[in-house]
């Protein structure tokens, strides 16, 4: 069974919208941070956006005002994201760490396998 699950990823025109979703098979603490990341061929996994259970969110700078993540019930979160740009197509990820809030991929025990986002011009 996949701890993780993200849906909501597709091919899309600059300037649109898309909402990812992570569903989550395991328990989310009140001491878990749940993150987004993402990949494009030949870059390193980078962090997107994240939350804390008490709601407090962290961005990219490439995320701060147009994406948004949000919590959707007891097992799953979200990210919507607005203003997209070509630059934003890549894998993404949704990842879970037990020990509280971090930027670096390595924290993260828990992962999904990834939704593509493709935005063309």
């Known amino acids: 069974q996949d701890d993780l699950i993200e849906s909501g990823g597709g091919s899309v025109q600059a300037g649109s919208s898309l909402r990812l979703s992570c569903a989550a098979s395991?328990?989310?603490?009140?001491?878990?941070?749940m993150g987004w990341f993402r990949q494009s061929p030949g870059k390193e996994r980078e962090f997107v956006a994240g939350?804390?259970?008490?709601?407090?969110t962290y961005y990219s700078d490439s995320a701060k005002g147009r994406f948004t993540i949000s919590r959707d019930g007891p097992n799953a979160f979200l990210l919507q994201m607005n203003g997209l740009r070509t630059e934003d197509t890549a894998l993404y990820y949704c990842?879970?760490?037990?020990?509280?809030?971090?930027?670096?991929?390595?924290?993260?025990?828990?992962w999904g396998k990834g939704t593509q986002v493709t935005v063309s011009s």
């Open positions: 939350l804390r259970p008490n709601g407090n």
């Open positions: 395991i328990r989310i603490y009140s001491s878990s941070f």
């Open positions: 990842a879970v760490a037990r020990r509280g809030y971090s930027t670096m991929s390595r924290d993260y025990e828990y």
